[in-house]
């Protein structure tokens, strides 16, 4: 079956442009992650989606990031006015609620700001 | 705020030598343990993973890991290397009950030499 698909793979963007990351969960999985892995910083939560629930946005660096999820699937995770230490892999991971509650993740999309 | 520490953050070994990896997390409460490997090139793959029961844990590939409560320590193991386990490897942590963001370490670069 199809894994977590993350697209673009790659972005490259000029500081202060606004870009969007897209997420595809895997097929019935109700849990959505968004993490970030920078060099020094390891991989930081961003946020979780769970089902219908209001999003867990607790590990958003600040309020130039967002993301959305429509119809408890697809995710969009958006940066306004990028900055230099944006410059980061993005990663999407999704998971069932019940049971092992194993993360599935996606190849990530490795964003660099210019 | 839990952690997750990695102390070693780049080992070297030649093949056949014996592996192990350390992770101390730190949270008194009921937490679930998992070992990431991330292949060059490759998106994040689950290792093996401890919920409950036997505290001494198979993954994939030959790894396992024992989890020791009284040292607050998930170290992962194999006893004898090959140049394809060379990858960055990241212990995380999940606590029972919150958002189920995992918390993982600044991971460790292993490279195998053959």
């Known amino acids: 079956g199809a894994g977590v698909s993350q697209s673009p793979s790659n972005k490259v963007t000029e500081k202060g442009k606004d870009v969007e990351l897209r997420c595809d969960p895997i097929?019935?999985?109700?849990?959505l992650y968004w993490y970030r892995q920078s060099l020094g910083q390891g991989l930081e939560f961003l946020i979780y989606?769970?089902?219908?629930?209001?999003?867990?946005k607790s590990g958003l660096p600040s309020d130039r990031f967002s993301a959305e999820r429509t119809g408890g699937s697809v995710s969009t995770l958006t940066i306004q006015r990028t900055q230099q230490e944006d410059s980061a892999v993005y990663l999407c991971?999704?998971?069932?609620?019940?049971?092992?509650?194993?993360?599935?993740f996606g190849p990530g999309t490795r964003l660099t700001v210019t | 705020a839990q952690s997750v520490s990695q102390h070693n953050h780049h080992v070297i070994l030649s093949e056949a030598a014996s592996l192990e990896l350390g992770c101390n997390y730190s949270?008194?409460?009921?937490?679930?343990l998992f070992w990431y490997v991330q292949y060059p090139g490759q998106h994040l793959q689950l290792l093996l993973k401890?919920?409950?029961?036997?505290?001494l844990v198979k993954g994939i590939k030959g790894f396992e890991a024992e989890f020791i409560k009284s040292k607050f320590s998930f170290n992962l193991r194999k006893p004898s290397v090959q140049w394809s386990d060379t990858a960055e490897y990241f212990c995380?942590?999940?606590?029972?009950?919150?958002?189920?963001?995992?918390?993982f370490g600044s991971g460790t670069q292993l490279t195998v030499l053959p």
């Open positions: 401890y919920f409950s029961g036997d505290p």
């Open positions: 995380a942590a999940l606590v029972s009950g919150s958002a189920r963001q995992l918390t």
């Open positions: 949270y008194g409460g009921t937490v679930n």
């Open positions: 097929s019935g999985h109700t849990a």
């Open positions: 989606f769970q089902g219908n629930s209001a999003p867990d």
């Open positions: 991971a999704s998971s069932l609620v019940s049971g092992s509650y194993e993360q599935y």
